[in-house]
């Protein structure tokens, strides 16, 4: 057995086992979502009142792009690769994922990435700014030509271009792992058909991550080009148009909105049969229309840019194309209501966070059919009737999509159950919080509130509305302070766990919590879609022996992925400090931990 | 897809082959670059261009990504995103240059 299977700092540092790097995703990430978290309630206590004066406009713009930056980029996307880590290969029937070494590159990456981009919150007084924050102010999706350097000469959005480029190649360096993982590494017997549907939707949004990253990836460079090297690619005095990097963001945004919505899905199909004690109804369907939202994602982006002007044409197809992607996301929905109906349902903890998942997401699915109208978003854009549509999807959709697969796998990650008193306490405080939050906005915007604003006026007779609204901030965070005492009290005080706590059909209940280095003692054949449930033609798979019949290897740790990853940071600070030689050292540092990575005898 | 989960494999080419393919890769970049400069060729530029640039294209994903050799179920995997990224990028290049638009069909751009 590895070094990376002991205990110590060294042990983690150098680890390559799916599992530690999945639990190394879960905490980085929850991280980063606390950190979102405060910057989100820094932006409700401002606009708890009219006329705020907690924080000044610059500082706003700031917490505003931050904590969309953060919330997407640091906290859900990685919050569902923890998963991908940790679940996978054990839904799979895999020893590990197909290039290990890789998956920590993939997470050091996506660390060093983070840490950079965070940064940016102290990193004033290098920079001779006179203020302390620097970091990127010019909202989430960064549009030029606010990002040029005429507009923004600070390191700003220097910080946002380059964190971004780098976590792109954490993401794709795990997309192509994982793709590459599900399609070859699975158990014999385990056809595409029989694949647990997070594992399904772990597919499809893998592939839409190495199909859509590429393309913020020439945008950014782009961007890169007109800042440090005086290109005008989005310059519009030069000939150039904004609306490039719009087309550019967009192409990539919209499939990014399926990355984070897909996991979610995924950990829904899975968690509703467990505790229906029922088979996902329509299987296939689901598959599919999983399938159908991954291609479709691609034909709707200019539904973000409906008031840009495109013409009608333009306008009527994305209008249609936005309206007909409802559809398998629809067909999703009555799948997920007819497997819980008739079903033998146990109301744990995970179920209510999948069932609030189904109700949210409706709310910030018709929202979003709302935008599909070019009319009816004229009226809508830019106010926060869409960051109503946007929180009802990411929150009240990714969060408890993901939330329920805390509950769910959490005793299989630690081999500790969390606590279901605490659990449904935090359920309900976050479902009231969310929606005392994130409704009113809907009525805010109409009203005609923009978002994006540091403050208002009273005369907008908005202010109570907005008063509830940080109410249900305050209420959510509460509830997230819940969680967190959850997590914590389940290292000594959670109940342990069995290997199969739920009772769950897939592979990973038949081994124990959390499991041996090794995964599976035994590779098990699969011989059914719910291997560990009797169906009309199958018997309940045997579950492999506890102890290994034969000496099982597994490969050692690596040095070489976290060092090869820490060159690319290093490279980000000769564009931030505009020292050219920081590049070569950064660029030296990478390269030598790709050649010894290459030359390492791993499997020894 | 194989009944135990893996992807059917056909024989890869032997390195004989791959120097073929390096050499049929030198021969289209200098017909790329001949082109250029034959006068006849000046009408047709960018088809021929963009014929070359296909073939070279064909060539490195059938042999050096081995979708030739692999199963036919990668094939599938790389060719419907590369059919959907095709049609995205006319889609963006019709929407960019107004061509969708009103304004675009009335030549006002």
């Known amino acids: ?604 | 897809m194989a009944e135990d989960g893996h992807a059917g494999e056909r024989a890869h080419p032997t390195a004989g082959v791959y120097l073929r393919v390096a050499a049929a890769l030198v021969v289209l970049t200098v017909l790329e670059v001949g082109v250029f400069y034959v006068p006849a060729f000046h009408a047709v530029l960018v088809p021929t261009l963009l014929v070359l640039s296909a073939a070279k294209f064909s060539l490195v994903v059938m042999f050096y990504m081995h979708l030739k050799a692999d199963s036919r179920f990668f094939t599938f995997l790389f060719g419907a995103p590369l059919l959907l990224a095709t049609g995205v990028l006319v889609a963006l290049l019709l929407l960019f240059f107004g061509a969708l638009t009103l304004r675009g069909a009335a030549g006002g751009g």
């Not at chain 1, 159908?292 to 994305?318: E, K, R, T």
């Not at chain 1, 067909?331 to 109301?347: E, H, Q």
């Open chain 1, 1 to 604: 057995m590895s070094e990376a299977t002991g205990g110590g700092l060294k042990s983690w540092l150098t680890t390559t086992d799916h599992k530690r790097i999945g639990l190394l995703y879960f905490w980085t990430a929850f991280a980063f979502f606390l950190v979102g978290g405060v910057e989100a309630l820094v932006i409700r206590l401002q606009l708890a009142h009219p006329d705020g004066h907690l924080v000044g406009a610059e500082t706003y713009n700031q917490l505003f792009t931050m904590h969309g930056t953060t919330m997407i980029f640091l906290a859900l996307m990685p919050l569902g690769s923890s998963f991908f880590n940790y679940i996978v290969p054990l839904q799979i029937g895999a020893r590990d994922v197909a290039f290990p070494r890789l998956n920590a590159f993939s997470y050091w990456v996506f660390l060093f990435g983070g840490l950079l981009l965070n940064a940016s919150w102290f990193a004033g007084p290098l920079f001779h700014a006179g203020v302390l924050n620097v970091a990127p102010d010019a909202g989430w999706f960064g549009y030029a030509n606010l990002t040029e350097r005429q507009y923004s000469p600070g390191p700003n959005i220097d910080f946002w271009l380059l964190g971004l480029q780098i976590l792109g190649i954490s993401s794709l360096a795990a997309g192509f792992n994982f793709v590459v993982t599900i399609l070859n590494l699975r158990a014999p017997g385990l056809k595409m058909m029989r694949l647990p549907t997070f594992s399904w939707m772990t597919l499809v949004t893998n592939f839409l991550i190495i199909t859509a990253f590429p393309v913020i990836t020439v945008g950014l460079l782009f961007l890169m080009f007109d800042r440090f090297f005086g290109t005008h690619f989005y310059v519009r005095e030069a000939g150039a148009t904004p609306v490039l990097w719009q087309h550019l963001f967009w192409l990539f945004g919209h499939p990014e909105v399926y990355i984070l919505i897909l996991p979610a899905m995924g950990i829904v199909s899975d968690v509703l049969p467990t505790f229906s004690r029922k088979p996902l109804f329509g299987y296939t369907v689901v598959v599919y229309s999983g399938i159908l939202i991954g291609f479709m994602g691609w034909g709707v982006w200019s539904h973000h840019m409906f008031s840009v002007g495109l013409g009608p044409i333009a306008d009527s197809v994305f209008a249609a194309t936005t309206m007909l992607i409802a559809v398998p996301t629809g067909v999703k929905i009555f799948n997920w209501i007819a497997t819980l109906w008739g079903g033998d349902i146990r109301g744990t903890t995970a179920l209510h966070f999948a069932v609030g998942f189904i109700a949210m997401f409706i709310i910030g699915g018709l929202s979003g059919v709302s935008h599909a109208s070019p009319p009816a978003d004229l009226q809508q854009t830019d106010s926060y009737y869409v960051v109503a549509h946007i929180h009802y999807v990411f929150f009240g959709g990714t969060i408890f999509g993901l939330f329920a697969g805390i509950y769910y796998w959490w005793p299989k990650m630690t081999g500790r159950l969390l606590d279901e008193t605490l659990g449904k306490v935090h359920f309900w405080l976050q479902f009231i919080g969310m929606n005392l939050a994130f409704f009113p906005m809907h009525f805010i915007g109409l009203l005609g509130m923009p978002r994006r604003v540091y403050t208002y006026s009273p005369d907008l007779g908005v202010s109570d509305l907005n008063l509830v609204s940080t109410i249900g901030a305050l209420l959510i965070g509460l509830s997230i302070l819940i969680l967190v005492a959850n997590l914590w009290r389940s290292r000594t005080h959670g109940a342990p766990a069995s290997n199969d706590p739920w009772g769950g059909a897939t592979l990973e209940w038949g081994i124990p919590s959390p499991p041996p280095p090794y995964n599976f003692s035994v590779i098990p054949t699969v011989e059914s879609r719910l291997p560990r449930w009797r169906t009309e033609r199958h018997g309940p798979m045997k579950d492999p022996p506890a102890r290994p019949p034969a000496p099982i290897h597994m490969p050692g740790g690596s040095w070489w992925p976290i060092v090869a990853a820490f060159g690319l940071p290093v490279m980000a600070l000769a564009p931030l400090t505009h020292t050219l030689w920081v590049v070569f050292v950064g660029a030296a540092i990478l390269l030598f931990g790709i050649y010894r990575w290459a030359f390492e005898p791993f499997e020894v």
